[in-house]
């Protein structure tokens, strides 16, 4: 008797385990859902290329210090010459909390574009990705000398990094990611639709394809 009491309760307590552990996959199956709340492209969002009336719109969610954003870097620069009036190319802004310099770098992005001088700072950052990223704590100084190599007004920029408006912008962006089912980066949208992309080429296959439609 004891030995079947022992066993009824292991069951009980596996089955109760297992529900548990069924609950928890359900839950995080749908935090990773899109929410249907997201826009791809709002009216304040940063668009580095204005195709014509026809043009397939091409949307970016970056991490500045991701090394696979640096790498599509250069495709996607290819990418906007090739198709030049083509394409609306729209920069969105996504910091992992995995690199440490994200967020600082999307707010010099961003304290940039206040003066119009966003695909400036958008293009060193790809530029001089590997000299300032890695770091084990955040170095806004770094930043700072590089608007100042751009010529930025510097009291400027160091208001614009100073107000938290900066940063709620910048986190605006990643809310819209979220609730569009954003997970890493980059991730592109064409005309609304989420890419999957496994391969350095389709990127470019989906952009000629959706200029085919």
């Not at 090394?67 to 992992?96: A, N």
């Not at 995995?98 to 600082?104: A, F, L, R, V």
């Not at 890419?195 to 959706?210: C, F, Q, R, S, V």
């Amino acid at each position: 008797m004891k030995t079947s009491f022992k066993a009824v309760i292991i069951t009980i307590a596996v089955i109760v385990l297992l529900a548990f552990a069924a609950i928890v996959y359900a839950m995080n199956q749908q935090a990773q859902k899109p929410t249907g709340d997201g826009e791809t492209v709002r009216p304040d969002s940063h668009v580095l290329d204005e195709g014509g009336a026809d043009a397939v719109t091409l949307v970016e969610f970056l991490d500045f210090e991701c090394p696979s954003c640096g790498q599509f870097f250069p495709i996607v620069e290819d990418l906007r010459e090739k198709h030049d009036g083509d394409i609306t190319y729209v920069v969105r802004y996504f910091p992992l909390p995995g690199h440490i310099n994200s967020t600082q770098a999307a707010l010099a992005a961003e304290a940039a574009a206040q003066q119009d001088r966003f695909e400036d700072m958008y293009r060193t950052l790809f530029e001089t990705q590997q000299q300032w990223s890695g770091q084990p704590t955040e170095t806004p100084e770094v930043f700072r000398t590089l608007a100042e190599d751009l010529g930025l007004d510097m009291p400027a920029y160091d208001a614009a990094i100073a107000d938290p408006a900066t940063l709620e912008r910048v986190l605006s962006d990643k809310s819209d990611g979220e609730a569009l089912g954003v997970q890493s980066t980059p991730s592109f949208f064409i005309d609304g639709e989420l890419l999957e992309l496994t391969a350095w080429g389709d990127l470019e296959t989906a952009i000629e394809k959706a200029l085919q439609d």
